[in-house]
């Protein structure tokens, strides 16, 4: 016997889940030293944000992303399993999105997967999805060795086996090119390479999350003072800026929808792994918020569909979750968009702060959510509930409010609709501490492309 309790337990003691995520639910990850020893600004979130459009930025990710190590013969057997991507063609030296869903076909999360040899893997961030590949390596009889580097938030050691920095913006490849020692490698989109910066050996993934050049800078955690130090120093010139955590969070207009609701939690096919996780693990911290309450937990599932993935999806090997998908009819997919929110309804909220009067719900910049997975309604112009608003921030840049949405098939997702967000949470707000009271309002808000910016549109397509 034993008196731990699973996760599993926790949830068999919650008897309306929504009700639990909703209000009680305790996201730690997103509270605890979210960014370790990097501050919430170096300069101004502004400044800092702007970078990465006029000049170029220096992300941080150090403390904050998890990272799981695999290796053994086994290794691409398992991983291949709990993919919805095909690895026929994956070579060594390649970064890909790894996505995975659970047997009923909602997603669980995404990753970034390195392939460092034959039979050495590194997955980065999406902690649901590391926690699902490290439970079948565990009971799936593969012959592979996991180590998990926990991000700092639950890491008591306050050390990494890697740093993490990332360069983005229009100046990022000059800078780049200026601080490695050599000549500059021709490096693909999401290929990586091998090269030195201060003397270090630096891995090196080309990719762009705003759609701008970028690169991710990873090496062995001691050398990330003389790293840093080196490119701050470099890109001083071009305008270089490091990014603290408060505009590093408050970016979420290039399309990107991070740790959605996993699929997980009420899936009969996933007990087992329900009863494997312990009742603090990190799904047990979705903590919900917004306009939108559910009537059951499954109404936040999404999958991969949703998130515009299709083209990530490949039907050539048998996963968890494959044949849920194949069932999933083309009119249930939702169409992922951006809403750019309307200044008249804006200043309304934030003019509503003032005096004695009653307020709505307090808006925050750069990120105006306020709950750790905030999905509020959306809704046509008679009415109808066609859709969730998800991640939502002020975009410097351009002095727009943008969020990214799920919207049901119709006439409704034409870019240049308007449709109506609804801003705050019924009855006044939730039992959430950080949640004051408030009345509910209406927000007009234009539908456009995703990712929002037409040059990142443009450098999307071309991929």
Known sequence: MTDRQSFQDLLDGKPDLVDYFYNDAKPWHASAAPGGPVPPAYSNWRDEQLATAETAALLHQTYILPA???????????????????????????????????????LIGDCILYRHGEESFELVSGAPVLNWVIYHAETGGYDVETVLDESLNNNPTGRRRRYRFEICGPNAKEIFASCIEGEMPDIGFFRFARVRIAGKDVM???????????????????????????????????????????????????GWIPYPVPGILTDPAAADYRRYLPAHTFEAGYQLGGSFVGSDISDYYATPYDFGYEKIIKFDHDFFGREALEKIPDDAK????????????IMKVLGSQFGKRSRYKAINFPSLSYAWKQCDEVRNGRGDLVGLSLNVSYVC????????????????????????????EPNGGSRKPQVERHEQTTIRATVAEVPFQHDIQ???TAR
């Open 68 to 106: 799981l190590y695999l290796k053994g013969p086994d290794a691409l057997k398992l991983l291949s399993r709990i993919a919805v991507n095909g690895f026929a063609n994956y070579g060594f030296d390649r970064g890909k999105q790894f996505v995975a869903v659970s047997p009923n076909g909602y």
């Open 397 to 424: 840049t351009y002095g727009e409010v943008v969020s990214i949405a799920l919207l049901e098939q119709g006439p409704h997702t034409a870019i240049g609709t308007e449709v109506l967000i609804t801003w705050g």
């Open 204 to 254: 090196v993934l080309r990719h762009g999350m705003t759609g701008s050049y970028a690169v991710e800078l990873s090496g062995p955690y001691d050398d990330q003072d003389a790293v840093r130090d080196h490119i701050l120093k470099v890109g001083e010139g071009p305008g270089l800026k490091p990014m603290g955590m408060t505009a590093y969070y408050g970016g979420s207009h290039g």
């Open 334 to 345: 939702r169409k992922k968009v951006s809403l750019v929110w309307n200044h008249d309804d």
């Open 458 to 460: 443009r450098n999307v």
